[in-house]
């Protein structure tokens, strides 16, 4: 059955985060699952990135003509990132193991492109569309900077990782109307039940 792409599919905030968290409650080994299982969604996901993710992209459209070929870059890039990130977010600093694996998967991801990159343009100027295993890695690569990473956070609902861009840094949730009002809920029904037995 296809996904459907919606906005909320993209609270993590960057590309290479978006992309991480296609793996649903990562961790729960009975209840998670892969929505790139099938191929054919990292085209629909590279698809919908290029309109929820046009400013990370700076306007450039995202391709994916043949998925099965790139499948196994874009999965590397994936789980190298979320290995990487996931750990600097609880250990609270960057694990050097974790590194080789990251950097290799990136540069896999950008072996074929010809783009010229720069500040200015982290994802070229070119009018063609971008291949989607190099979007990825220059996203993945961008999650190093201090910036950034001082603002992840893993969603403790649903596990996603995301970039806190609140003023304060003080955000809790990957997505305050989907996991923030779930929690809510929950809490709210605990209070509830709490009363009736203590009542």
Same mark, same amino acid.
């Given at each position: ?17 978006d ?34 993710? @046009?400013? *990370?992209?700076?306007?450039? =459209?995202? $391709?994916?003509?043949?998925?099965? !070929?790139?499948?196994?870059?874009? +999965?590397? #890039? ?5 290995r ?21 998967a ?11 990159l ?12 971008? @291949?989607? *295993?190099?979007?990825?890695? =220059?996203? $993945?690569?961008?999650?190093?900077? !201090?910036?950034?990473?001082?603002? +992840?956070? #893993?969603?403790?609902n ?42």
């Amino acid at each position: 059955m296809a996904v459907s792409w919606t906005r909320h599919r993209f609270s993590g905030g960057m590309l290479a985060l978006d992309t991480t968290n296609t793996v649903v409650l990562r961790g729960d080994a009975g209840r998670s699952f892969d929505r790139f299982d099938d191929p054919a969604e990292i085209a629909r996901f590279a698809a919908a990135a290029s309109g929820f993710r @046009a400013d *990370e992209l700076r306007g450039r =459209v995202l $391709a994916a003509p043949d998925p099965k !070929a790139i499948a196994g870059r874009v +999965l590397a #890039i994936r789980e190298a990132t979320d290995r990487l990130m996931r750990r600097s977010v609880v250990e609270g600093v960057l694990a050097t193991v974790d590194m080789p694996h990251f950097l290799n998967a990136c540069a896999d991801g950008l072996t074929a492109s010809r783009e010229r990159l720069s500040a200015e343009a982290p994802f070229g100027v070119e009018s063609e569309p971008l @291949a989607f *295993e190099a979007a990825l890695a =220059v996203s $993945a690569l961008s999650l190093l900077s !201090a910036g950034i990473m001082s603002r +992840l956070r #893993i969603c403790p609902n649903c596990n996603w990782l995301f970039v806190d861009r609140s003023r304060n840094g003080s955000r809790l949730w990957c997505d305050m109307a989907v996991c923030g009002n779930r929690q809510k809920a929950r809490r709210h029904y605990s209070r509830r039940k709490e009363e009736v037995v203590n009542g």
